[in-house]
C-alpha cells in the first residue's frame, strides 16, 4: 500500500501546533471538514479545534481553508462584555452552545466579508455590537 497523502495524513493525525492544541477544552475526537460558500464567491473549509478560557472572556480556534491545499489558524475571541448586554436586556443567559454559535457566525462574517482568503489570517475580536447583531440571527 502506497504512502498516505499529506492532507489526509494532516486529518487523521493532527500535530499540535506550538503546544497550543493541548491547551485547548472541547477538542472533537473527530476533526469535521465543514464548508461554508461565502458572499465574495470563495467556498471555503474549516475545522473546529477547540476553544480556550481566557480572563477576559474565551477564545474559539478554527482552521481554515480558502482553496483545499493550505491551511490557516483562526481564532475567534468573544469577551465576556460583548455578550452581557444582550442577556441582559433579554433576560436570557447564553449557554455554551450559543457561544459556539456566536462564534461560528463571526467566523462565517469574517468569510463573507474578506475579499478573499488571503485576508483571512489571525483573529476576529467580537464586540458588543456584533455580537448582539448575530445573537439575533439565531432567534433565541
Do not use: H
Request: some cysteine.
Amino acid at each position: 500500500m502506497g504512502e498516505m497523502p499529506a492532507w489526509l495524513d494532516w486529518l487523521l493525525n493532527p500535530k499540535p501546533a506550538r503546544g497550543e492544541r493541548e491547551t485547548l477544552l472541547g477538542v472533537p475526537a473527530v476533526r469535521r471538514v465543514k464548508n461554508y460558500a461565502a458572499f465574495s464567491g470563495y467556498a471555503y473549509e474549516y475545522l473546529f479545534e477547540g476553544y480556550r478560557d481566557q480572563p477576559e472572556g474565551r477564545e474559539y480556534a478554527f482552521s481554515v481553508s480558502g482553496d483545499r491545499k493550505s491551511w490557516c489558524p483562526f481564532l475567534v475571541r468573544v469577551p465576556t462584555g460583548a455578550t452581557q448586554g444582550w442577556e441582559r436586556e433579554r433576560a436570557i443567559p447564553l449557554g455554551d452552545r450559543e457561544r459556539y454559535a456566536l462564534a461560528k457566525l463571526a467566523l462565517f462574517s469574517a468569510f463573507d466579508e474578506r475579499a478573499n482568503p488571503s485576508e483571512l489570517r489571525g483573529s476576529l475580536d467580537v464586540t458588543p455590537e456584533v455580537a448582539a447583531a448575530l445573537l439575533d440571527k439565531l432567534d433565541l
